[in-house]
């Protein structure tokens, strides 16, 4: 595996911030950016709540990118078309706890987090082929998807 950088680090000061990246998770690149852009910019108590809402099919991820024939879900605000995206969510909750767990071992205020970047990228392609009839094969690809969080202490 190559090395994986993060997206921005120009404005980035490490003693208010900490952040966390996963590599190469097996989820999907739509539902984790869609996941991603949910949480962006809350407060990291109200993201975790947020998203085990979602591992319980409370509250739905509003789907704004790759909505077509996505289906209209109860609760959402200013918006029509959402899903579960079960999966992702409970990866990218791990992702977060584990950044919260990183600004705690800094010495940064908990409570005073909030979600300040998060980003998604794509990962390697596993390849794989599915054998058919007639002794051909149809290729079968698991993409991966790297994904970063950067929190910020608040006031700074």
């Given at each position: 595996?190559?090395?994986?950088?993060y997206?921005?680090?120009?404005?980035i000061?490490?003693e208010?911030t900490?952040?966390a990246m996963?590599y190469?998770?097996?989820?999907?690149?739509?539902?984790?950016l869609?996941v991603c852009?949910?949480i962006?910019?809350?407060?990291?108590e109200?993201?975790?709540?947020?998203?085990?809402?979602?591992?319980d099919?409370?509250v739905a991820?509003?789907?704004k990118?790759y909505?077509k024939?996505?289906?209209?879900?109860?609760?959402l605000?200013?918006?029509?078309?959402g899903?579960?995206?079960?999966?992702?969510?409970?990866?990218i909750?791990?992702l977060?706890r584990n950044?919260k767990?990183?600004a705690e071992?800094?010495?940064?205020d908990a409570?005073a987090?909030?979600v300040?970047?998060?980003?998604?990228?794509?990962g390697?392609?596993?390849r794989?082929?599915?054998p058919r009839?007639?002794?051909?094969?149809t290729?079968k690809n698991?993409?991966?998807?790297?994904v970063e969080i950067?929190l910020?202490e608040?006031?700074?």
């Open positions: 595996m190559g090395k994986v950088n997206s921005t680090v120009k404005n000061d490490p208010t900490a952040k996963a190469e998770l097996h989820v999907s690149p739509k539902h984790a869609e852009k949910a962006k910019g809350k407060k990291v109200d993201a975790e709540t947020y998203l085990e809402n979602v591992l099919m409370k991820i509003p789907f990118r909505k024939r996505v289906a209209h879900r109860r609760g605000k200013n918006w029509y078309a899903r579960y995206p079960v999966k992702t969510t409970a990866e909750l791990k977060l950044a767990g990183n071992y800094k010495g940064l409570e987090l909030r300040w970047r998060v980003a998604t990228k794509q390697r392609t596993i794989g082929m599915t009839a007639f002794g051909r094969a290729p698991t993409d991966t998807v790297t950067i910020r608040e006031g700074s």
